[in-house]
């Protein structure tokens, strides 16, 4: 299993953008499916989105339109840029890998530490 280690949060403007980050250390290749979650104060661990190993993706629809996920196998990194980003986004975003054979997001999964996005006037 591999560890993850994301960056790229930080303070931005509303309608501001931001690029995060998840670096494995180990080979990505044969993860099937990866994704970022994110967990604002009060709430819920949610999955914002995620790609399979094919480049297929999938957003919430809160985040459509301006947010994209990526991979790139040959850095074993993760990416999501966020675009037009609201205060509502503000959150700690994680990236996670699942075990071989097991789901996003399940209990057989690899997290990252997170990364603060606040976005703010």
């Known amino acids: 299993q591999v560890q993850l280690v994301e960056s790229g949060g930080g303070l931005v403007q509303p309608g501001g953008s931001l690029r995060l980050s998840c670096a494995a250390s180990g080979s990505i290749f044969s993860i099937n499916a990866m994704g970022w979650y994110r967990q604002a104060p009060g709430q819920q661990r949610e999955l914002v989105a995620s790609?399979?190993?094919?480049?297929?993706?999938n957003y919430a629809d809160s985040v459509k339109g301006r947010f994209t996920i990526s991979r790139d196998n040959a850095k074993n990194t993760l990416y999501l840029q966020m675009n037009s980003l609201k205060p509502e986004d503000t959150a700690v975003y994680y990236c996670?890998?699942?075990?071989?054979?097991?789901?996003?997001?399940?209990?057989?999964?690899?997290w990252g530490q997170g990364t603060q996005v606040t976005v703010s006037s």
């Open positions: 996670n890998a699942p075990h071989p054979g097991y789901g996003l997001g399940s209990s057989y999964s690899s």
């Open positions: 790609i399979i190993s094919d480049g297929r993706t």
